[in-house]
């Protein structure tokens, strides 16, 4: 059980960091940012991929990687919308 959660971390961390880098944000962002906008953005890719009728979370692989980095990436651009909004 403990194993999991550390490789999901991992794979938050992962899909945070690419996130991060693809948005040029990489410099604003520690490894704790990252971590939790891959979680986050593993949350709201499963989200969208499932309204694109394309499977979400398969386990832990690479196509979990994608789909974690996608959404990391929409919540980076959604973030900065609002930042810039406000």
Known sequence: ?????????????????????????DAQMGALANIIVGIVGALVGGFLFNVLGLPGDTGFNFWTLIVATVGAIVLLFLVGVLRRAS
């Open 1 to 25: 059980m403990l194993v999991n959660l550390i490789l999901w971390i991992i794979l938050g961390a992962a899909a945070g960091w690419i996130a991060s880098m693809v948005m040029g944000r």
